[in-house]
């Protein structure tokens, strides 16, 4: 698929890993030319070797975390004197540190908040500021669906993430005449040998698999496609919107066994559903 970014300057905070790096990738695979803003010099240098060996690959990076303020307008600054002009940047960098809300360490909700949601704002900032003096560009921040409902043990997650909603519809509405769109995906769980490990194996499979509608879990390229789409003339309209990427997770409530529904009598003793047994596999 051909988003007509060939020769284009595409910035990714969060690029050395994750969805960032995935984003990344596929802009490259594109002919896009990308830098890479990233907080672990080692991740840094694990995707530079990555992505240098690509065919006709051009990319740079800098070591920058997104709660300094000043890092990151020096970073754009010498991203532009370096490649050029950026022509869309994929707001990537986010984490998460489950606790109770209850038991939340003042450090815990500072950290989460500082990274996924002011420093959304200090990256996106100084790029806007450059769009909006040329009258053109595309900003895509990375959501959640934990954006669009609430998430136990993950208040301060939820509530950076509704941020970022928040901001991304604000900034649309303030910037859209002035030829800068700004959106937000909205992934839903993606599939990572973290996630495997940290994830007790009947949760992954009776919970959070069982309740998506497509039977599995999102890949990081799927989540880079919709991002560069948002990115690309194709979406041209497309501003202040949240896009969930999440194979229907957040289209309903009650949703088991990937959709069916359980909740008639009638249509369970026909066999219409059968057992989760019988369910795609996670």
């Known amino acids: 698929m051909n988003y007509g970014l060939a020769g284009r300057v595409i910035a990714v905070t969060g690029g050395a890993s994750g969805i960032g790096l995935a984003v990344a990738r596929e802009a490259l695979r594109q002919g896009a030319r990308v830098a890479l803003l990233d907080s672990s010099t080692q991740q840094i240098d694990a995707a530079l070797t990555e992505l240098k060996a690509m065919p006709d690959a051009t990319v740079v990076a800098h070591a920058v975390d997104v709660r300094d303020r ?5 970073a754009v600054e010498a991203i532009e004197l370096g490649l050029g002009p950026i022509d869309g940047l994929a707001a990537c960098a986010g984490v998460s540190r489950p606790e109770p809300g209850e038991q939340m360490a003042e450090d815990t ?9 002011s420093g959304v704002f200090h990256s996106v900032r100084p790029v806007g500021q450059r ?11 990375i959501a959640s669906t934990d ?3 609430g998430h136990a043990g993950r208040s301060h997650y939820a509530a950076s993430k509704h941020g970022v909603v928040g901001l991304t519809r604000s900034l649309a509405i303030e910037w859209g005449r ?42 990081a390229d799927e989540q880079a496609h919709a991002t560069l789409f948002l990115l690309s003339d194709g979406a041209s309209y497309i ?17 088991r066994w990937h959709g069916a529904d359980l909740g008639s009598k009638a249509m369970l003793e026909k066999g219409v559903y059968g057992p989760p047994s019988s369910s795609p596999a996670a």
Not at 70 to 74: D, L, S
Not at 178 to 203: C, F, I, M, Q, S
Request: proline share 6%; charged share 15%.
């Open 70 to 74: 000043a890092g990151c307008e020096a």
């Open 109 to 117: 909700w500072d950290l989460v908040i500082d990274i996924n949601l």
């Open 131 to 141: 769009m909006l003096a040329r009258g053109r560009g595309a900003i895509v921040t």
């Open 147 to 149: 954006a669009l409902g």
């Open 178 to 219: 002035y030829g800068v769109r700004v959106n937000a995906v909205a992934p839903g769980v993606v599939d990572t040998p973290l996630l495997r490990k940290v994830a007790p194996p009947e949760h992954v499979q009776n919970a959070m698999v069982d309740r998506v509608p497509m039977g599995r879990f999102s890949r």
């Open 239 to 255: 501003n202040g919107t949240t896009l969930a990427v999440d194979g229907g997770l957040t289209a309903g409530y009650f949703t």
